[in-house]
């Protein structure tokens, strides 16, 4: 009863925290720095995630409304933690690289520290561990000594080195983090760090495992609590199975499933499954075993836990095995496929796999022969003892025409058992021809194959190297000599192959990734590096296959095609800054001279019509030039500015481009109809939707007809779900059907009536397929046009490709 109220007290409070978190990330009178860090926080205790779109959304809107670093840079790293939390690895890293720059320029070594362990976890939990080590290594540099973060990046780097079977660096690291916290009067989280030695002691020393596992344990459960951490349930459940009391080690892993599932802890429900799997395959319950081997297979696929499947697929194996020994090989072969498919960076070729289950199939098909040729034998020596046995009866009998019918008759059977064992010789010399001639193929494919493909039987001398791969080698192709890894690799790729690559190949069946060989005559070339462990029936080591492509033309052809982007790049801002400064330039003068125009029009022969149609004509063609070097300008700006999103005042923006037209909107006494629905916030480029709107009623001004009377222009702006259409519409002269496919084009004009840069709705049309909107156009000719946009509203909770835009 007392644990019930507690707990009930516990969700109140956290409930009425995060009620409380809320009202200040909404609170228009709080800063910004409160706002966000209230938000991370709401983050942070949102175990469910249920709120991360909302959380994500605010973040967005007020990293628009600051430019202060360290509020960015609070914003971007709440933004990827929410990518984080989806296990988003594509968006969550480029927020966490931009706030890490920011946190650089203000050297801000605490921030800093806390950023690289994200990036580091971010990078462990998507299988990158050495770039997961490189980033814990940065935080540890950037973090104080000692402190309780520096002991946090000591445990997560213990944990790299326990998945690489690196077990003394990884107790090494557990320890020097318990001594510190240790001699803090808190001792802060030391039940955890007891949890993480007693991890590697459960593999290397079980009994020093219990010791910390009842210290720390002590520390982790609290007097009213009932349960000491899953974990803690977990490391029980291995110790118990190590010592072989299945019943306790059942218990212990039913409850950390309990409680996996109740917190939504979907990593710690995969291993508890893990671990009754476990048990129940010590206790020789296999098909129970495979229950719970199969749901945790299916827990990690639905949450993409690609480190756990691989040793999930490898459980699932040996326990098929041991319903079917010796049987059904393409069914083992769909779960090592699975592995392969598990990881998210695999390079090995499903050629590989296939072909050590072939070899199999064969190996099997011969040994199915010599068994039958076995039978044949046994066959004969049954005859032949049987012949025995009559030549005894016949000696024995007076009764010669018998024994002649008998011996006739074992002739006869005699000629039965020649044709059957020449029957059963031509079959065995057909599957050993057949046998042979499908290895001779395969091995015309592998000394063809352009890779170094290369085996040796368990022991460090490659047995067969192909042809490729003696010339990367540097070797003769006649050369049919062993050669010892320690004659052809360096210390640091021999250490490499013997420390990560085989003992990966081991425990999961293959290692692919990318490496850099470096060759004792002091020659390196990077590769795409496959090694494959081969294992008999009863699990022995057979040979370990290399297969690796020299990959320098590729690298060097990337970084050629960097450095020509980068070049490419640099002349086109060039460019851009160059139109735009002068196009700028030109404008000034310009404006100055249909200044003195307006003068020369009020003040000098007002009444001779010649010397004003003059000056009318200077000024129609002054001002197109004016509005071909404002479009100009527009589509410079457009070109050099990245997108910008913020909420958007649909009819305020409407409102004032119709009064920037307004003169010769009375002029021409055009009617404008607006019907703008604003029901909820339309979030875009504000100053491109702007230009577009602009661009639109200057066009269905331009081509109103002269001889209509009731000249009309029609706005509308509304909502549909997540998107937002914009109508403009004429009854002016309509787009001729010849001119419509051009319209969009560069300095193009359909009709000799019109006056404008030729640009307006080029500008139009970039600026839209930058906002990814929609353009529609329906026209009449000589009765009207409408021009139909359809927006994505960019701050919905949608998912939608934002990337490269900067949100406000």
Not at 64 to 92: M, P
Not at 191 to 205: K, Q, R, W
Not at 559 to 576: C, G, H, Y
Request: net charge neutral; aromatic share 12%.
């Amino acid at each position: 009863m007392v644990s019930i109220l507690l707990f009930v007290s516990v969700s109140l409070f956290s409930q009425q925290r995060q009620d409380s978190l809320w009202k200040v990330a909404n609170d228009k009178n709080e800063t910004v720095y409160h706002k966000i860090d209230a938000l991370r926080n709401i983050l942070r205790n949102d175990y469910k995630n249920e709120n991360v779109a909302k959380v994500r959304a605010l973040l967005l809107q007020y990293l628009n409304e600051t430019d202060d670093d360290t509020n960015v840079a609070l914003a971007y790293t709440g933004i990827g933690l929410t990518y984080y939390y989806q296990k988003d690895f594509n968006h969550a890293l480029p927020y966490y690289n931009k706030a890490l720059k920011i946190y650089q320029k203000l050297q801000n070594r605490k921030k800093l520290a806390i950023l690289y362990r994200a990036i580091g976890m971010l990078y462990y939990d998507h299988g990158y561990m050495n770039r997961a080590l490189e980033s814990f290594n940065l935080s540890l540099k950037s973090s104080e000594k000692g402190s309780y973060d520096y002991c946090n990046v000591l445990d997560n780097i213990g944990y790299i080195y326990l998945n690489a079977r690196k077990y003394d660096k990884a107790i090494a690291c557990f320890k020097e983090a318990i001594g510190y916290i240790e001699k803090t009067t808190e001792q802060k989280g030391l039940d955890g760090f007891y949890e993480s030695l007693a991890a590697v002691y459960l593999i290397t020393d079980p009994e020093k495992a219990k010791y910390y596992l009842d210290h720390g344990s002590k520390l982790k459960a609290a007097p009213t609590e009932n349960h000491v951490g899953t974990a803690y349930l977990l490391d029980y459940s291995n110790y118990y199975t190590f010592k072989k009391d299945y019943k306790t080690a059942e218990a212990y892993a039913k409850k950390a499933l309990a409680v996996s599932l109740a917190d939504h802890d979907w990593k710690n429900t995969v291993n508890a499954n893990m671990s009754l799997a476990k048990v129940y395959l010590a206790m020789g319950q296999v098909s129970k075993a495979r229950t719970f081997a199969e749901k945790a297979l299916e827990t990690g696929k639905q949450n993409n836990m690609f480190l756990d499947l691989k040793s999930v697929t490898t459980l699932l194996i040996s326990i098929y095995e041991k319903q079917h020994p010796g049987q059904e090989f393409f069914e083992v072969l769909k779960l090592h496929t699975l592995i392969a498919d598990s990881i998210k960076n695999n390079t090995l070729a499903e050629y590989e796999l296939r072909n050590v289950f072939e070899s199999k199939i064969v190996r099997d098909s011969i040994q199915s022969a010599e068994k039958r040729k076995l039978a044949a034998i046994r066959y004969q020596q049954e005859i032949e003892k049987q012949q025995i046995f009559i030549w005894a009866g016949i000696l024995a009998s007076i009764l010669l025409l018998a024994l002649a019918v008998f011996i006739f008759k074992l002739y006869k059977i005699k000629q039965r058992i020649n044709k059957t064992i020449s029957i059963e010789n031509k079959d065995l010399t057909a599957q050993k021809a057949a046998i042979q001639n499908h290895i001779s193929e395969l091995l015309g494919v592998v000394e063809s194959a352009r890779d170094f493909v290369a085996y040796s039987k368990n022991e460090l001398v490659f047995s067969y190297i192909n042809n490729a791969g003696k010339k990367l080698l540097h070797f003769e192709e006649s050369d049919e000599n062993a050669y010892a890894y320690e004659q052809i690799f360096d210390t640091e790729t021999l250490g490499f192959i013997l420390e990560i690559a085989m003992p990966e190949s081991i425990l999961h069946g293959f290692f692919s990734g990318e490496v850099t060989i470096r060759l004792t005559d002091h020659t390196s070339f990077p590769v795409l590096l496959n090694v494959v462990c081969h294992k008999d029936s009863a699990g022995e080591i057979t040979q370990f296959s290399m297969i690796a492509r020299e990959i320098s033309e590729l690298k060097n052809y990337q970084q050629k095609i960097t450095t020509q982007n980068a070049e490419l790049q640099k002349v086109n801002k060039e460019l851009d800054r160059f139109v735009y400064s002068t196009s700028h330039d030109l404008r000034a003068p310009l404006i100055s001279v249909l200044g003195v125009l307006e003068i020369l029009e009020s003040e000098f022969y007002p009444e001779d019509a010649d010397f004003q149609l003059y000056l009318s004509m200077i000024r129609s063609g002054l001002a197109r030039t004016d509005d071909i070097i404002k479009h100009i300008l527009e589509y410079s700006k457009n070109s050099n500015q990245s997108v910008r999103i913020s909420g958007v005042n649909v009819l305020a923006t409407v409102q004032k481009v119709l009064e920037r037209h307004a003169a010769i909107i009375l002029k021409l006494d055009i009617k404008i109809t607006l019907l703008i629905d604003e029901k909820q916030v339309f979030y875009s480029d504000a100053g491109r939707f702007q230009t577009i709107v602009n661009n639109l009623i200057d066009n269905a001004i331009r081509f109103q007809r002269p001889e209509e009377k009731n000249k009309e222009i029609h706005i509308g702006f509304s909502f549909e779900t997540t998107l937002a259409q914009l109508t403009v519409s004429d009854n002016g002269n309509g787009i001729d059907p010849d001119s419509l496919p051009h319209v969009f084009e560069m300095f193009y004009r359909g009709s000799s009536i019109s006056s404008g840069s030729g640009l307006g709705l080029y500008i139009v049309k970039q600026m839209s397929d930058l906002l990814h909107a929609k353009i529609e156009i329906n026209t009449v000719p000589g009765e009207k046009t409408a021009f139909k946009l359809v927006f994505p509203n960019l701050g919905s909770d949608i998912k939608f490709d934002v990337s490269g835009f900067e949100f406000l």
